[in-house]
């Protein structure tokens, strides 16, 4: 019987024990802790785990594979208090949002007689928590692998291998590369999402304006319901990556700003057109695919491949775009515009 | 037969002739307009309309309610062209998302005979076209309601009725008001979205930061997919109010520079904890109930008041956040935080 060992039973790890007691793996005994014994019992009642253990020394002693899937601020002490009961050929990986400091840690705190293989799910919801965990939490999304530079193939082998089991897409990056882009893709619209809800939620129409609110501005600030400690641990961790995008993005604004100001119409118009039809792309396209595409398959022309990534609709959509500014370049300055002087 | 007139079948004309013919009324004509007339084939094979009208003035033509669904700039224009062909006692209604210059149209442009009383449905999804229409779209969502001043009473309730039909929830509200409030919550989150979409696109690492983002990313972008005349025609007619909650957005923006910046550390986790807090809130208490409760159920302390808003889950949190901000106040300067000054 080999053990898997989950360290942190929140959304993130619990999901983990779900996913693989779902996979039906046979000689494998998943055993969890959680510093909150409330926790680590949910965890066991939810059977997320085979068994939780009070002890975290014992739960990684003996253990095959050791998931570290706790707040990023905790992952220090944590290496520092099992680091003395790993097995020889024990493999460590993590689920931490940011990664170059996990990397620094792992080589200070860990014996070199055991593996460390970095990881970083690229799933949530904004309901955390063990008892919010899902199988299916982990499919289809990208799965981040950051190996240490000593780690063995055959760790990364096994690291791989899970994620491949519970439905991610294994995505090897390196440390700082990946802080650098999840700076863009994760953490800043973390800070935007969270940005609006509090400056809306700040004003004193606040009544109103949360009797008005719908769909887009819910959507928009989903990720102000992160926890508080994750979002925090990440701005602390990742802060120069979190610094330069926060940058660029008020920038970013600066253009709209100016654009709107300066009442640049046309310009207004295809930026906005441009982003509608760049990100109904993005979404038709679907999650990348890197296998090769037999020459014979491979489209002849723009339209064909168009149609082949993002279905004959959009294909529609970007025709009717193309017309639309054409008109409204037609229309030019004859017909002006009413109402743009407006108090 | 009375008839109801809906003139541009987009995503919310569509919807609303299938809400329309969902509430079965009786005695009932819904005939279509819209000056695309593969778009009118459409609503009339899909059956969101009776029958759809081929000229506008003979579509308008003895409605007892003709509602304007077109994007914003064209209103305009179908006000001018219909205004001599409304029957005396018609009640004109339109959808747009501002409302301060439609009303300056309205009483510019229509007949004093017909009653003008402006809407605004706080619906929308992110793919447009009458084919995405649902006859759901605007259940439990709010429905802007402005009476122009020599509007009837008559017909502020017979569009009153029509909302309420269609399961959404009237919101009475003057037009400058209107404009300010949705620059908030409507406007600024599209301007937000659209520009982390188009801030990350244009960057060169976009192939690696596509493959890397997750639903976090697609979530808070989701309105970068606005149909681009709308986003162009919201900031047009409603540049002030944008420009004023942008200007704040990048203030907001600013702050949470500085706390990243000067390492604020417990600043910014009470800033994360409150917003986490706020939002589960905001989404859990769901629409407000605006209906007086009897005395007898009234919560006796703020504890009950909150159990009975938003649920004991949530009571709980707060008791989770209170205590990990205690936690974190006692650890203090005495556990510090690595990796703070890491570049």
């Known amino acids: ?59 990684v002693r003996d253990a095959r594979l050791v998931i570290i899937a ?12 099992i680091a003395g009961e790993l097995r020889e050929d024990c493999v460590v990986t993590d689920t931490a949002s940011t990664k ?26 904004e309901t955390g928590g063990v008892q919010n965990g899902e199988a299916k939490l982990f499919a289809g999304k990208p799965y981040c692998i950051i190996p240490a ?3 063995s193939e055959g760790a990364v082998r096994v690291v791989t291998s899970i994620i491949q089991l519970i439905g991610a897409r294994p995505f090897f990056i390196g440390a700082d590369e990946h802080d650098r882009y999840v700076a863009a893709v994760s953490h800043l619209p973390l800070i935007l999402s969270t940005a609006l809800f509090t ?7 606040w009544p109103e304006l949360s009797s008005l609110a719908s769909s887009g501005f819910r959507d928009v600030t989903r990720l102000a319901s992160t926890d508080a400690e994750l979002s925090h641990d ?3 961790t990742n802060r120069e990556g979190v610094l330069h995008w926060l940058d ?46 037999a020459a014979e398959e491979l489209p ?3 339209e064909q491949l168009a149609a082949l990534l993002v279905g004959q609709r959009l294909v529609r959509r970007v025709k009717d775009i193309g017309k639309l500014l054409e008109e409204r370049q037609d229309r030019g300055g004859r017909q002006g515009v009413e109402g743009r002087d407006r108090p």
Chains 1, 2 share one sequence.
Not at 105 to 113: F, V
Not at 254 to 283: C, H, I, M, P
Request: proline share 5%; net charge negative; with cysteine.
């Open 1 to 59: 019987m080999e053990r898997i060992t989950i360290i942190g039973l929140g959304l993130i790890g619990g999901s983990l024990g779900l996913a693989l007691k779902a996979a039906k793996l046979t000689g494998i005994e998943i055993v969890g802790y959680d510093k909150d014994t409330a926790t680590a019992g949910d965890a066991r009642r939810l059977r997320v785990v085979d068994k939780s253990e009070p002890s975290l020394q014992r739960a």
């Open 70 to 81: 706790t707040p990023i601020m905790a992952i220090r002490g944590v290496m520092e208090e």
């Open 100 to 125: 170059a400091i996990v990397m620094e840690w792992a080589s200070q705190l860990l014996p070199a007689t055991v593996s460390f293989v970095g990881g970083h799910p690229m799933a949530g919801k």
């Open 149 to 151: 530079a000593d780690a």
């Open 199 to 205: 400056l809306v939620r700040g004003s004193p129409a």
């Open 234 to 236: 990440i701005c602390l």
């Open 248 to 293: 660029r993005a008020v920038e970013e604004l600066g253009r709209y700003r100016e654009l709107l100001q300066e009442g640049r119409e046309e310009e207004l118009f295809k930026n906005f057109a441009r982003a509608e039809l760049e990100r109904d792309t993005y979404v038709a396209a679907g999650p990348p695919v890197r296998e090769p595409v």
């Open 300 to 302: 002849t022309s723009g």
